[in-house]
């Protein structure tokens, strides 16, 4: 099993471009969960989704937009990055326990 | 607004004492804290969990004491070692909404040899 898997590691934008972050689990898991982390601030969750065709905001959810079309995937887009949207981005998934498993992350970068 | 506030920031042990951070909650309605260790360029891992019906739970040299009235909960780690050398989260979870984890601002954990 390849876990949580999560594309790309690295990307840098210019302001105004758009991406989308994918992330990817082969354990059956329904809930998925996108955090970003910030120096200092933890990590804060933007959407998660409690099963495919499913989503839900969190605690940070301006800027984004997110879909679960199939049960493995949780895609997290950005339609106009801003340099606030600086960071790592780390994607988890859970089954119907409490422990989240969570991928190796992103790195953004937004000049 | 942060919910779960966690100290210190960072700190610095010698090899084989005791490492000790300590995490405030203000919702009563978290019913699930874990710790989660994350080294660097990796993603997070659960190190280990309680729940609100125990005052402690001990996995290993890992500790959490718990303290409901006060609203507080720490993670102990005995015989400190470099190789645990980290950033370490605390969290808090509630299960309804999906059982979101609300983390703390972290911990970086430096053992020297």
């Known amino acids: 099993n390849a876990g949580v898997t999560q594309t790309p590691k690295f990307r840098v934008l210019k302001t105004g471009q758009s991406m989308t972050l994918l992330c990817a689990q082969d354990?059956?898991?329904?809930?998925m969960y996108w955090y970003r982390q910030d120096p200092g601030m933890g990590l804060r969750l933007i959407h998660y989704?409690?099963?495919?065709?499913?989503?839900a905001k969190g605690e940070v959810p301006d800027g984004y937009n997110v879909s679960r079309l199939k049960k493995q995937n949780f895609l997290l887009g950005l339609e106009s990055a801003a340099p606030s949207q600086t960071s790592v981005y780390f994607c988890?998934?859970?089954?119907?326990?409490?422990?989240?498993?969570f991928g190796p992350g992103t790195r953004l970068t937004v000049l | 607004q942060q919910q779960v506030k966690q100290s210190p920031q960072s700190l610095i042990v010698q090899k084989g004492g005791i490492s000790i951070i300590n995490c405030a909650y203000e919702n009563t309605a978290f019913d699930y804290f874990p710790w989660y260790q994350q080294f660097p360029g990796k993603g997070p891992a659960l190190l280990i969990a309680?729940?609100?019906?125990?005052s402690e739970k001990k996995e290993g040299r890992f500790t959490i004491s718990f303290n409901k009235s006060a609203k507080q909960f720490s993670l102990h780690i005995m015989d400190s070692q470099p190789g645990d050398s980290a950033t370490y989260f605390c969290a808090a979870s509630r299960q309804t909404s999906g059982s979101r984890l609300t983390f703390g601002e972290g911990t970086q954990l430096t053992v020297n040899p």
């Open positions: 988890a998934s859970r089954p119907s326990g409490r422990e989240q498993f």
């Open positions: 354990m059956n898991h329904e809930y």
């Open positions: 309680i729940r609100p019906d125990v």
């Open positions: 989704s409690v099963g495919e065709g499913t989503t």
